[in-house]
């Protein structure tokens, strides 16, 4: 097995300390760092996404998994430069104000840097002018909301209206999740996107970022 | 089976809000979002064409043959609809409660006052004992579906349905019920709200006891979650029971007095099993307490094939048995109730069908482990299950380490509610819901906010320690424990078989 598939079987058996030392290892044998990125520890993330999807991993286990990447790529990061790390866009995600629930946000978050984007967590209670004032400040590509309950899944619709206000809605877009929210809630508030578990939401991003650009 | 007759209206509503509206109950767990299929009914003519929930949750044999979501709905044209006769109204529902032996015997009731009906009110069901003047214990009881339900299966969207226009709907419907419950224990329906005749003690949680006064729910359901008024006083021919916060209501305080907490010195655990699991940790010099936002696994809700404890509900299982399901009323399966999510999970684990990661063995990943005639326990639901014992179990760690206690300093656990009383607690432990260093200091204490509403209406004089109770036992809030988030991860394997 290379050094770059054994790093994603590493990463996806939740191995943080083994995964941060092939890594240092692969470093070493001269492999860019870009490389052991993309093709060892993305790939390890992809995996558990696509299992997570299907049902055949749960929560913790991708938690440990994304804990395992998060190692790899502290050690990686200073050989990566600027233009390599350049991340597969910015978001920023929190869970909406009145709202304190964070295990699918945080789910969600850590897919995300899996598929490599940069990622800006707000956190819990988060008012819809902080969503607009950081999208705005840092350039972000999409918003992800989050909400557990159905009497704060209307804060979504407050989200949509204030960057319509701010007029910078048409420079994001804006995915919306958690359990009481449906495609029929995401289309009626004019979000761009609702998906039903955390992988499904890193695959979207992609696929949006990939259509804005 | 029924039939009625509909005619389209000038406003767009659904069905299900028609319905609603003309006070005919539908379950709709989901509260009409379109994501639990319970609402179903039959169009026997008239049949609009099928929406995208209904495409989603139906077959196309049910599409064909007329059945839609009422929740999905819009009636445009005159038509008839069947309902079934509503299986529901047989929710089994726990009066039984076991009275410590220091409060045990003491049913004295004063020979001067109106009868008084305790009443548990319950999000699912109510449970209501009359006690007359003089009288004695075992006291007659009468119990109910709580007919809110149409408006959803949970508090939270109890609380939704209120803020959106049906405070007054959802009122009349909890009055209603008490009346019905009165009407069981041959209380004329003119005299239930008449304070000349009787007096009602209201236990319940905070949100049901919000919806009874017709307050606002406006502020239950965000944070901060603060409530408009918990405190023991009384409205109309009513006492309403002292709550704690939002989501730990009268019914935990009277749990706490029934089962004696706030004067015994030694520590004890106060677990209710629900869609939020509440709890209180503590003796009479210190409690704490904490609610836990568990989901409804354990009432049969989000399970593929989950029913609330119904005739027929598969209650109890053991794989590799001559009989290796059991039902309520030992009827042919229908569904599985809460007791019986909880042990199906743990028998799936026992026969090593599930790892401890809580995957599903290859055999029956795709379709469910089959439990009956169409019934199956699915990867999902095991899932579902995981959530739900992980909230519980992390809880009461944190409520542990809070104290700063071990398990060992905790004398005896109390679950209550209708599931602790069905409850296996081997099983329990087994599947790392409970503590299994307290599996043999735990027992099930029945209905115990029932059981608190009955002991203040043998003793008035009550009111003070109920007071004190609500007021004394302080809060923690699990969502801003950092702890809480990472033992509910560690939590949601399974122990070791």
New interface residues.
Partial sequence: MSILNEISELLQAGKRKQVAELCTQAIEQGIPAAEILNDGLMPGMDVIGEKFKE???????V?IAARAMKAGTEVLKPYLNDSESTAKGKLCIGTV???????GKNLVAMMMEGKGFEVIDLG??VPPEVFVQTARDEHCDIVCCSA?????MPVMADIVKAFEEAGIRQDVKIMVGGA?V?D??AAKIGADAYTPDAASAADKAIELVSEAN | MKQIKIQPENEPRTLLQLLQAQGVFLSAAC?G???CGKCKVRFAEGAPEPS??DLARLSADEIRSGWRLACRTYITKPCVIELDPQAEEAIAVGTAFRKTAETAGSGTVPETAVPVLAVDIGTTTLAAALIYPGAQPPYPVATSVNHQRSF?SDV??R??AS?KGNREALQTLILQDLEALGAQLGIPEQDIFDPEKIRLIISGNSTMQHLLQGLSCES????PYTPVDISLHPWRNMTLLPGISTFVGADIVSGVIACDMDRKDDICLLIDLGTNGEMVLGNRSRMLCAST?AGPAFEGGNISCGTAGIPGAICAAEIGAADPIRTIGDLPPVGICGSGVLEVTYELLRCGLIDE???LDDDY?DEGYPLGEGLFFT??DV?EV??AKSAIASGIQVLLHEYGIGSDDVSRVYLAGGFGEKVNIRKAVGIGLLPEDLADRTRPVGNSSLAGAVLFSEQPDLAARFAQAASGIREV?L??TPLF?EL???N??FPEQ
């Fill in positions: 049902g055949e991993v749960f929560v913790p286990q938690l104000k009145g709202d304190l629930h964070d295990v819990v209670d557990l309950l159905t009497t704060t009481p449906t029929e809630f | 509260g979002r379109g994501t995208g929930p959803g939270i969207s609380i939704d803020n239950l359901g965000v944070a936002a990661t809580g995957l990943f990867a999902k899932r995981q959530l809030s969502t801003e988030s509910y991860m560690d949601m394997f």
